[in-house]
């Protein structure tokens, strides 16, 4: 019999993935960019809608025992299950090359002796290892560095708030701070929107990625509950982490606040944790996928593979366009997993087995007309993403016109029906 994992381990999976250095750029971007009063309710609310977004597709995978990108096949059919799998291949070699980026610019900052590209170099090997080891080989190890990487972190954000208060900065970087507190004076705020968008960005990006690990579970309800709420909780945690950091006139700079916060080699293991673990399960999620398009395929060698190439992408300079990289992951997946909710709770489709070919999973109308629904939704988050500041947010918007496109048919199908 196949073990299962349980609440504990899913837990600690979800938090790892939101420990990263990704996320709390995602904060310093808002931080810098915020009147101090008037991010936190988008802010939190971007969260807590992605992550019960997060919930909902994670408890498809963890019902139907199949991986992210198998889910969808019920729902899209054969070839555009495989579609998206492929999208979610390359959006993933990408996502592990920014986050590698990322993780090697920090580590620059600290002044370390080794060169950007040998230290992307050096993330991606580590990267690979633990992907080919696996998740469940490691599990302890695993569980021991998410302690040592929370209680690392818990330290560096009472740090940050004890140098915030205290205002105990270096001149020269006070001056600075003052500076680039007077250039996002003078530049346009985010607004509430805007801000709810980058909140509700990060965890939209793990869609296509939650039930490669949900699939797994003891206790589907439970276990898929406390994967959300950690991932939503340690989410929140960096974005405040990235606030503070705006906040202190450390030029908006990760390895700065580190070393205003007086950590010296603990912030060398924050910034390799944290890169490394959610890096991991990107990677390791991209076999998967790989999987979903040729079942032959091996995952972990599939992962290794995109460990390694991660890190050339990385070289090449993708993290100049992280912000409209995490967008474009939006677009594409925001309006897919609403299809999918509406397919597996309201049209029933999950409830035959995934892996059979039902007569409505493989109806050619079916799939055609909810491929249509995702690309309304696409298209509606690719025009509002270009206005300023619009109601609801690209992301809400995308989700709300696919969904309605794809309960749409469901209530024409039962009319008939009836």
């Not at 079942?295 to 992408?313: D, F, R």
């Not at 397919?343 to 055609?368: C, M, P």
Request: hydrophobic share 60%; charged share 10%; proline share 3%.
């Amino acid at each position: 019999m196949e073990k299962r994992t349980g609440l504990f381990s899913n837990g600690i999976i979800w938090f790892g993935v939101a420990i990263s250095v990704s996320e709390i750029e995602a904060g310093i971007e808002i931080g810098a960019a915020s009147a101090p009063g008037s991010l936190w309710l988008p802010l939190i609310l971007g969260h807590v809608l992605g992550g019960i977004l997060l919930f909902f597709v994670g408890l498809i995978g963890a019902r139907v025992r199949l991986n992210a990108m198998e889910t969808t096949s019920s729902t899209f059919g054969k070839y555009g299950s495989r579609f998206f799998a492929a999208l979610n291949v390359f959006q993933l070699l990408a996502w592990v090359a920014v986050l590698n980026a990322q993780g090697a610019s920090a580590l620059a900052g600290l002044n370390l002796p080794i060169s950007f590209p040998l230290t992307c170099v050096i993330l991606a090997v580590l990267i690979a290892i633990w992907v080919f080891v696996g998740l469940k080989r490691s599990a302890n190890v695993t569980t021991v560095v998410m302690a040592a990487l929370a209680i690392l972190l818990a330290v560096l954000t009472v740090k940050l708030f004890g140098v915030g208060a205290t205002g105990a900065l270096a001149s020269g970087t006070t001056v600075a701070g003052v500076a680039a507190g007077a250039a996002a004076t003078s530049a346009a705020l985010l607004g509430f929107w805007n801000i709810f968008e980058i909140s509700i960005a990060m965890p939209i990006s793990w869609l296509p990625v939650i039930s490669d690990y949900t699939k797994d579970v003891e206790n589907p309800v439970k276990a898929t509950a406390v994967s959300a709420a950690a991932y939503t909780f340690a989410s929140l945690w960096m974005y405040i982490i990235g606030i503070e950091i705006a906040g202190i006139g450390a030029n908006n700079n990760i390895a700065q606040a580190i070393l205003l916060a007086g950590l010296g080699i603990p912030g060398i293991i924050i910034v390799v944790l944290s890169t490394v673990t959610t890096n991991f399960l990107a990677a390791n999620s991209a076999g998967e996928s790989s999987k979903a398009i040729y079942g032959k395929i091996n995952p972990k060698i599939a992962g290794v593979v995109v460990s390694l190439l991660s890190a050339a992408l990385a070289i090449s300079g993708i993290m100049e366009h992280y912000i409209s990289f995490l967008y474009l992951i939006a677009s594409v997946f925001a309006p897919m997993a609403a299809v999918l909710l509406v397919s597996f709770y309201f049209a029933k489709v999950g409830a035959v087995d995934a892996r059979e070919n039902s007569a409505r999973a493989a109806s050619l109308g079916f799939w055609l007309w909810n491929l249509f629904a995702w690309f309304a939704g696409f298209a509606v988050y690719q025009v509002a993403e270009r206005l300023d500041s619009v109601p609801l947010g690209p992301t809400l918007l995308a989700v709300i016109v696919s969904a309605a496109f794809a309960y749409g048919r469901v209530l024409y199908v039962s009319r008939r029906a009836s």
